[in-house]
């Protein structure tokens, strides 16, 4: 299920009711969970040689991309721009004001399953994140000293990194 809220519409002028939707609180997967999902039970398949056939599969695409060739599979296609201004029809590519992307698009395939999502509406106010206290590992102190490539525990309200993680932006 997709959650979403609405937020107030700045760019038209002709409705001040106007309203844009903005997917809200979405749980993001990481490779992980991707290798658990395939390799659940009743699968024949090892996270290794799963793990190894996501590897090869990238690393393909990225020679690919190396030797300046598209791509284009099932569910995926790469495209290339070149960014920069060229001063004139003589001038040449020039690392220094110009730059190769590459842009990795998803098909039909894998954006038309987004036409079965299930939505919910939820309340639209925006949820900021409150920090209520900082502490520092290094120094021992509370909100006082902050000490270089330290670590920090920042305690509070919808602090969120990672969306899938229950725990995390939480009070505790």
């Known amino acids: 299920m997709l959650r979403y809220r609405l937020y107030d519409n700045h760019f038209t002028a002709n409705n001040r009711n106007d309203c844009l939707a903005r997917p809200a609180d979405v749980s993001v997967k990481t490779r992980e969970d991707l290798i658990e999902s395939i390799t659940g039970a009743g699968s024949i398949l090892k996270s290794t040689e799963v793990n190894a056939v996501i590897d090869s599969y990238w690393s393909a695409i990225m020679e690919y991309i190396r030797r300046g060739e598209g791509y284009n599979g099932d569910y995926i296609y790469t495209l290339y721009g070149i960014r920069g201004v060229f001063n004139g029809d003589e001038d040449q590519f020039d690392p220094e004001r ?75």
């Open 98 to 172: 110009h730059r190769v992307v590459v842009s990795v698009v998803a098909k039909k395939s894998v954006t038309g399953v987004a036409d079965n999502v299930t939505l919910q509406k939820v309340d639209g106010q925006d949820l900021l994140p409150h920090i209520e206290k900082i502490y520092d590992w290094g120094s021992r102190t509370n909100g006082d000293i902050l000490t270089p490539d330290g670590v920090l525990e920042v305690t509070g309200d919808n602090l969120k990194i990672y969306n899938n993680l229950e725990v995390e932006g939480c009070s505790l």
